[in-house]
């Protein structure tokens, strides 16, 4: 008889994750409040919602790089399935860089403006790998070359300001790859860009993610983005994932009336204007008791239930999860084709 097949654990599990900071008033708030999720090897899962809505720091969680003062008060988070909340700082560096690869959001501050790239792309990889620096240097210029930079061995010399932003960004894919991690966090790769250098960074980083077989999180406000280059979403609202789903079946049939206003702000050819969600996030010490969106939720209007009650995110009937009491009563048809769809 054939050997049983083990079941391997997904590549990064995320339960129940909370992190919290005390309040100078000396009270406890919540900045992350329960949030789960996984990521299988090769998976491409796209992370999307408003700033400030807890993208960023959920992903500074699994990095184990909070900032001071924040502090993961509850649930896990297995990397491989072990968990890694509470290891010390030099086991959590052995993962952080060699295993798993962050592409900060902005590269002029990832980067040191002192140093010229090829000694701080070299730094990452001699940090991880046993290599003398002129090993070291030449795979520098390798990664450069593989993510576009042209005379790599050349401009490598160059200080970060002297480099474009889009430049810059590509210095910052090569040096999250360096280490061939299997999981990529891209946090707003393409902010400050324009359109243009846009759909080259993105294009360089899915060569990247290819040529490593890496899985990779999208973190990003563009729903278009995501739609683009993730097959599964989950969409965040005030520290908390709203709804998650395929992005199919997130473009197609949205079950928050959150992404309903998110897929409504997404300009087309046929649009004059943007729609704008009405109103803003509650701040996090200041999250209603029932759904933190109600506020904002034209379908919420003279429903108590949203005010007083929290709502669980659960499956709905079209495979997708949902934090919404009245998810059956949302739906759109949008004009953006997700990622995979026939032409």
Known sequence: MPAEMIEMPPLLEVQGLV??????DGKVVRLIDDVSFTVNDGEVVGIVGESGSGKSLTMLAVMGLLPYGLEVAEGTIRWRGENIVGLREREMREIRGREIGM????????????RRIESQLAEAIRLHQRM???EAKG?????LGRVGVKEAAKRAHAYPHEWSGGMRQRAVIAMAMSNDPALLIADEPTTALDVTVQAQVMKTLEKARAE?????????????????????????YSGRIVESGTT????????????QGLLKSQLTARDDRAYAIPGNPPSPRLRPSGCAFAPRCELSRGRSICVDVRPALELR???????????????????????????
């Open 317 to 343: 009937p079209h495979g997708s999860r949902s934090a919404c009491h009245f998810a059956e009563e949302v739906g759109i048809a949008v004009p953006v084709e997700p990622v995979g769809s026939e032409a």
């Open 139 to 143: 795979r520098v210029h390798d990664l």
């Open 103 to 114: 592409i900060f959001q902005d590269p002029m501050t990832a980067l040191n403006p002192l």
């Open 212 to 236: 490593l077989s890496s899985a990779l999180i999208l973190i990003t406000h563009d729903l278009g983005l995501a739609a683009q280059n993730a097959s599964r979403m989950l969409i965040m």
């Open 19 to 24: 992190v919290t900071t005390t309040g100078s």
């Open 248 to 259: 199919r079946d997130i473009f197609l049939s949205p079950a928050h009336p959150y992404t």
């Open 132 to 134: 003398s620096r002129a």
